[in-house]
């Protein structure tokens, strides 16, 4: 099974501010990576997928990046909405693993 | 607009049953391949199972933990997708989300366009 590892475990960024989020693969996955947001008290949406194809609906301050084991989410400019939870995912490989997620909090 | 409700989450003893229901509405539920994903309070999401479509041949794929304890089924006539559980462990205790399921080309696995808000189960003597 693949692990996915994500970092920091939580990031505290100021409104207006950039982030980068952070996920590496145990081994290749490819470019088959997702990446999900999560608010408290809420379901998982997808955001990405593909590494790098924004879901529908998703602003394109949002961008992701990388292939094979190293992945990246870029927030370009954090809105009150975004300060979530995210998860990265992998469907490379059987069965489909996720991170233990990001937190983006407002610092 | 795709709409997944789940119900039957509860609190049950160790090694006693339940059965899930997801009610599918927005979209063609019996062409949907559609799965199960679970998560601990505070956790991360773990993938519990996934079944077909009738058009794809309807069978089901279960995570190793839960594999000959639950059973992932649909019905089709009903637009509804059900996680029947049973010897239910303390280890189970999560949100139970259901999911639309979408297999890419190239990839073995699947990932998850739409998910409903989730129902809790808590196993606990």
């Known amino acids: 099974e693949i692990v996915m590892t994500q970092s920091p475990a939580t990031l505290s960024v100021s409104p207006g501010e950039g982030a980068t989020l952070s996920c590496r693969a145990s081994q290749s996955v490819s470019s088959n990576l997702a990446w999900y947001q999560q608010k408290p008290g809420q379901a998982p949406r997808l955001f990405i997928y593909g590494a790098s194809t924004r879901a529908t609906g998703v602003p394109a301050r949002f961008s992701g990046s990388g292939s094979g084991t190293e992945f990246t989410l870029t927030i370009s400019s954090l809105q009150s909405e975004d300060f979530a939870v995210y998860y990265c995912?992998?469907?490379?490989?059987?069965?489909?693993?996720f991170g233990q997620g990001t937190k983006v909090e407002i610092k | 607009e795709v709409q997944l409700v789940e119900s039957g989450g509860g609190l049950v003893k160790p090694g006693e049953s339940l059965r899930l229901s997801c009610a599918a509405s927005g979209f063609t539920f019996s062409s949907a391949w559609m799965s199960w994903v679970r998560q601990v309070p505070g956790k991360g999401l773990e993938w519990v199972g996934r079944i077909k479509s009738k058009a794809s041949g309807g069978t089901s794929d279960h995570a190793a933990p839960v594999k000959g304890r639950f059973t992932i089924s649909r019905d089709d006539s009903k637009d509804t997708l059900y996680l029947q559980m049973n010897s239910l462990k303390t280890e189970d205790t999560a949100i139970y989300y259901c999911?639309?399921?979408?297999?890419?080309?190239?990839?073995?696995?699947?990932?998850?366009?739409?998910w409903g808000q989730g129902t809790p189960v808590t196993v606990s003597s």
């Open positions: 999911a639309t399921t979408r297999v890419v080309s190239g990839a073995m696995s699947m990932l998850y366009d739409d």
């Open positions: 995912q992998q469907y490379n490989n059987w069965p489909g693993t």
